[in-house]
Structures are given as structure tokens and as C-alpha cells.
């Protein structure tokens, strides 16, 4: 039974209606935020009415505001965005369709003009946009707006969609657009393309940046942006109609070569019956360029994306073998799991016993210690893993954390040494290296390091737990936060 100070809300209303209250005035005293909520409360007892004109009031305010906001100081704006798209599609969309689509169509006008003003390097201003987006496409078929309408609102929308939240609009509206209002975006965006995009002279071309192959000039920009928007447009109406060549036709021999778009067209097209034209459109894509990556086992996603589709026209082809070499390339390649499982799924039996003992042993010759790591403890294949890493444990790179913490978490209850030596790196980079902000996840591995020695009952070539330590404070005894932190973790803090 919970306790009567425990917070939750039986507690709450045992206080009486009179002291809430009080409490609420209180907090909303001090926090915008809470006042803003409180308001939004009130006015839905007043009925639709009231709280679309509280509503279309925040919006309005929101949308005057200029002042730019760091990553970090973005996180009051979310909550204000998502309280207003929820306050929309809430009672208000059930008691009001007609004015929630109003409303969530003004609510969309905010994007452009709200990430202009914003870091959102992170996504969590355009991620609230983007589930309004879903929203309007709930909202749209019980207000039952007329088709023509609806369809100049989501030409509109796309026009000024300069951040990328409004993809998959027409595809999201398509049910409520129907055959009347596609036909009239279509008609909209065809006449769009035939616009000219103004070119001023010479010496009134606005800059914007310069490319690697001379200057780039607002007007381009502008021209480029109209072309994507209306071959996207185009592209969404023909996927919604079924029409595969009019969907193909959206994109020129260059779009066509990019492995994204040439593995949605084969898609299509071996949905549509056509797997042989499916197979020519992966053969011509442009095999992607990998690019930077810390290592090679890190998947880039466009080529993933094409040799998926490359399976599965092979596989509609009748071309299955073809299709699991490609599968056995795509895990040597991308050291991809997801990819062994399905061909060793297709084996007979005892034959996938032997390939994925082949497999496990390609992953241990991987130059990459880390990756091979990666991949072993996800398999799970955890004795294989701690065999290597003890041969190989002086290859650790502690900077990867990401990796090797849960790899120790993964090891620890069968294989305590091989995690105290993947503990052990990290806490040796920290230190090493003065990175000060890992200090306290180091003294948290180091009080690991402390467990996991009673389960080792040899420690081999490496040092003992008691030995590890003292090293420690010989060499970094001067780093005093650390062992402050290491203090709190052994009294239990």
C-alpha cells in the first residue's frame, strides 16, 4: 500500500479541491509554463470556443517571438509547442474537427519561421512539427474540408517548407485530398514548375555561399528548392495513384542513380509485377561514396538501403542464391547482424551450424578489436568475445565507451575478467587523457572493477585489482575529483 506522502493522484485529491488550487496559483506564480497549462485547462470548461481563441492567442505570440535559442535552451519551447498541438488535437479536435484543422494548419505556418530562430541540431523542435504533421492527418478526414481547399493549404505548405518537416504531407492528406484534391496539387505544382524563377542582373545576385565549383546565388537556391519540392509532390501524388513510370519520371538520370531513390524505385517495381526492371534500376545506381567514418564497419545507410533492395529482387527473380551471396556480403561489408541471421535462416540444416562458425571466425580477424567486440557480444557469442579480447587486450581504445560499456555489462556475469579489462580502458582514457567530464562514470567502473575481482580467480598477465589501483594513484593521485568521486562510490554515496 502506498504510502499518503507518496506523490501520485489519490494522494493529491485527499488534499481538497480548495488547497490544489492554492498550490497550483502558487507554482503558476513563478512558471509561465504551468500558467499557460492552467489557462488551457479553464478555457476547455468554457467550451471549444474558448479554448481555440486561447489557443490561436499562444500561436500567435509564439510566431512574433525573434530572439535565436541555443541547443541547450530549447527545451521550454518544445514543451510550449507540444502543450499547444496537444490542447489541438485533444478535446478540441473531438468537439471541434473544423477548428482543430484550422488551427493545426496554423500551428504548421510556425515551422519555417520557429527553426529559423533555433539550434536544433538535436531535432527536437522539427520532431514536434513533424508529429503535428500526423496529427493534421487524423484531424483532416473528421472535419471534411473541402478537397480543393485542403489541397491549396498543403501546396502552400510545401512552398514554404524550407526545413524538410513537411515530407510525406500529400501522402499523410491523400485519404482526405481524395481524387479531387490531388488532382488539384497536381495541377498546382505542374503550373509551379512552368514559373520562372526571376534571375536578377549580374550585379544584384544575392550570394549565399561559395561551392566548390564557383559562386552559389539566391536565385539557384530558389530554383532548386522549387524543383525538389514539385518532383517530390509530383513523386507522392504517382505513389498514391499506383503509378510506378509517374513516379519514376519525378527523377532525372543523376536522381536515378542515387542508391536511396533507385532502391524505392525498385521496390515499386517489383510490387508492380516488374522485378526485371527492378534489377536494371539497381544496377545503374552509383554505388555511394562511404565518406569519413571512424571505422569501416560503420553501416552507411544508403548503401544498406540499396543491397536490401537488391535482395529483394533478386529473391523475386527466383534468384535465391544470388540473393544470399549478397546477404553474406552485405555482413562481411557492414559487419551487419541482422544480415548473417537471415542467411544463416536460409541454410539447411547442420550447413548454417558451419557458416556461422565461419562467420564468427571472419569477425575475429577483423582489424578493428572494437567492432569485433561490437558484433561478438550482440550475437551473443560471449566466449568467443573474451577469448579475443584477452589476446588482444592491449589493442583496447577506451575512448569508445559507447561500445565497450555495454560489451562489459554483457561479459561481466560469465566472463568477469575480459569486463574488468574493458572497464579498466575506459577508466585508463579518462585519466589519461584529463577528460574530466568522465571522471565520474570512471570512479563508477572503477567501484565495478571492485565487484568483479572476488569472481576472478587468476588474474594471468594482467594486474591484480589491488595492484590496478595502487598504479592508479601513484600515476593520477592528483587528480582529485576523481578520487573524491571514488571516495562517494565506496561509502555506498
Not at 582489424?367 to 568475445?385: H, M, N, Y
Not at 567530464?437 to 591484480?464: K, M, N, T, V, W
Request: aromatic share 6%; glycine share 8%.
Amino acid at each position: 500500500m502506498a504510502r499518503k506522502t507518496t506523490l501520485n493522484a489519490a494522494n493529491l485529491e485527499a488534499l481538497g479541491a480548495e488547497r490544489l488550487a492554492g498550490l497550483l496559483m502558487e507554482l503558476a506564480g513563478g512558471d509561465a509554463a504551468i500558467k499557460r497549462r492552467l489557462r488551457l485547462e479553464l478555457a476547455g470548461n468554457q467550451g471549444p470556443g474558448e479554448i481555440a481563441r486561447e489557443i490561436r492567442k499562444r500561436l500567435a505570440a509564439i510566431a512574433r517571438s525573434r530572439s535565436f535559442l541555443e541547443r541547450g535552451r530549447l527545451r521550454p519551447l518544445v514543451n510550449d509547442l507540444q502543450t499547444q498541438r496537444r490542447a489541438i488535437t485533444g478535446p478540441l479536435a473531438a468537439s471541434d474537427p473544423p477548428a482543430a484543422l484550422d488551427l493545426m494548419w496554423r500551428f504548421l505556418a510556425l515551422a519555417d519561421p520557429t527553426l529559423g530562430r533555433c539550434d536544433d541540431s538535436d531535432g527536437a523542435v522539427s520532431a514536434v512539427f513533424e508529429e503535428a504533421v500526423a496529427d493534421l492527418a487524423r484531424i483532416a478526414p473528421a472535419a471534411s474540408p473541402d478537397p480543393r481547399r485542403l489541397a491549396d493549404e498543403t501546396f502552400t505548405a510545401l512552398g514554404s517548407d524550407g526545413y524538410g518537416v513537411f515530407h510525406g504531407l500529400i501522402r499523410a492528406l491523400a485519404p482526405a485530398l481524395g481524387t479531387e484534391g490531388l488532382a488539384h496539387i497536381e495541377q498546382r505544382m505542374t503550373a509551379l514548375s512552368r514559373e520562372p524563377v526571376p534571375t536578377p542582373p549580374e550585379e544584384e545576385r544575392e550570394v549565399i555561399a561559395w561551392g566548390t565549383h564557383g559562386v552559389i546565388y539566391a536565385d539557384e537556391i530558389e530554383r532548386r528548392a522549387r524543383e525538389n519540392t514539385v518532383s517530390r509532390a509530383l513523386a507522392e501524388i504517382a505513389d498514391r495513384r499506383g503509378d510506378v513510370d509517374g513516379f519514376i519520371a519525378q527523377y532525372d538520370e543523376k536522381m536515378r542513380s542515387l542508391p536511396e531513390i533507385a532502391a524505392g524505385i525498385a521496390r515499386r517495381l517489383v510490387a508492380a509485377g516488374r522485378p526485371g526492371d527492378a534489377l536494371e534500376a539497381i544496377e545503374a545506381a552509383t554505388r555511394p561514396d562511404r565518406g569519413f567514418r571512424r571505422e569501416v564497419w560503420e553501416m552507411n545507410g544508403a548503401e544498406v538501403e540499396l543491397e536490401d533492395a537488391r535482395i529483394e529482387v533478386l529473391e523475386a527473380l527466383g534468384r535465391t542464391d544470388d540473393a544470399q551471396a549478397v546477404r553474406w556480403s552485405c555482413f562481411e561489408r557492414f559487419l551487419s547482424a541482422s544480415h548473417l541471421r537471415a542467411h544463416l535462416q536460409r541454410l539447411p540444416d547442420f550447413d548454417d551450424v558451419e557458416a556461422e562458425r565461419r562467420a564468427l571466425e571472419t569477425v575475429e580477424r577483423l582489424e578493428s578489436l572494437v567492432g569485433a567486440l561490437a558484433f561478438l557480444t550482440g550475437w551473443p557469442a560471449l566466449d568467443r568475445a573474451a577469448a579475443l579480447l584477452l589476446r588482444r587486450a592491449d589493442e583496447l581504445d577506451g575512448d569508445w565507451y559507447e561500445i565497450l560499456t555495454p560489451a562489459a555489462e554483457a561479459l561481466a556475469g560469465r566472463h568477469p575478467l575480459a569486463a574488468t579489462l574493458l572497464l579498466r580502458s575506459m577508466i585508463d582514457f579518462a585519466l589519461q587523457r584529463k577528460r574530466s567530464a568522465r571522471y565520474r562514470h570512471a570512479a563508477r567502473h572503477l567501484e565495478s572493477c571492485r565487484g568483479l575481482a572476488s569472481f576472478i580467480g587468476d588474474f594471468g598477465d594482467f594486474e591484480p585489482h589491488e595492484a590496478y589501483v595502487a598504479r592508479l594513484q601513484a600515476e593520477h593521485g592528483r587528480k582529485y575529483s576523481f578520487w573524491e568521486e571514488v571516495a562517494e562510490n565506496a561509502a555506498g554515496g
